[in-house]
């Protein structure tokens, strides 16, 4: 019954970090409609990577 529920939180947060790498992606304003579009569709197909790519590579930098 633990092993369920681990499974169910990691669930929830790979979800959750999916959610905000598609918020960031449409809140950009860096990126064209088509940019956004395609990175969308690399999250929805490969969750995990494409929020990390977005994280890596697609992300602007900070403002210091």
């Not at 092993?3 to 598609?22: K, P, S, Y």
């Not at 929805?44 to 994280?55: D, F, N, Q």
Request: charge should be positive; glycine fraction near 4%; hydrophobic fraction near 60%.
């Amino acid at each position: 019954m633990l092993e369920l529920a681990n499974t169910r939180w990691i669930g929830l947060v790979l979800i959750l970090i999916d959610l905000v790498a598609l918020a960031t992606i449409w809140l950009s304003p860096r990126h064209s409609t088509k940019a956004k579009l395609v990175w969308t569709a690399m999250v929805v197909v490969l969750p995990v990577l494409g929020a990390l790519s977005w994280a890596v590579l697609g992300r602007e930098p900070r403002r210091q």
